[in-house]
């Protein structure tokens, strides 16, 4: 295995998703909140299900961390906030 890369036990993550994923199709947002509009569809979709975290290592999303309430994470800090031993 190489350092820059240790491993990483997704279990509990996916079983995290299965029980709590909940599928949404919200509307566009009114106006582009990201320097990338294709990615505001994930902040649609976090404001219209009441999400306060996006969990992503897109840098369009994470230079908008805090819009509207809503945190950003990559998801190696997303594993050691949440999943951490």
């Known amino acids: 295995m190489h350092e820059k890369f240790p491993p990483v036990d997704l279990i509990r993550l996916l079983e995290l998703l299965l029980v ?3 599928m949404c199709q919200p509307e566009p ?6 320097a990338d509009p294709d990615d505001d569809k994930f902040i649609a979709c976090a404001l219209f299900s009441g999400s306060k975290l996006i969990v992503s290592g897109n840098k369009h999303l994470l230079d908008v ?5 809503i945190e950003v994470l990559k998801p ?10």
């Open 76 to 85: 190696r800090a997303f594993l050691e906030r949440f999943l951490a031993d």
């Open 20 to 22: 709590q994923a909940e």
């Open 29 to 34: 947002l009114p106006e582009p909140v990201s």
């Open 65 to 69: 961390d805090g819009y509207r309430g």
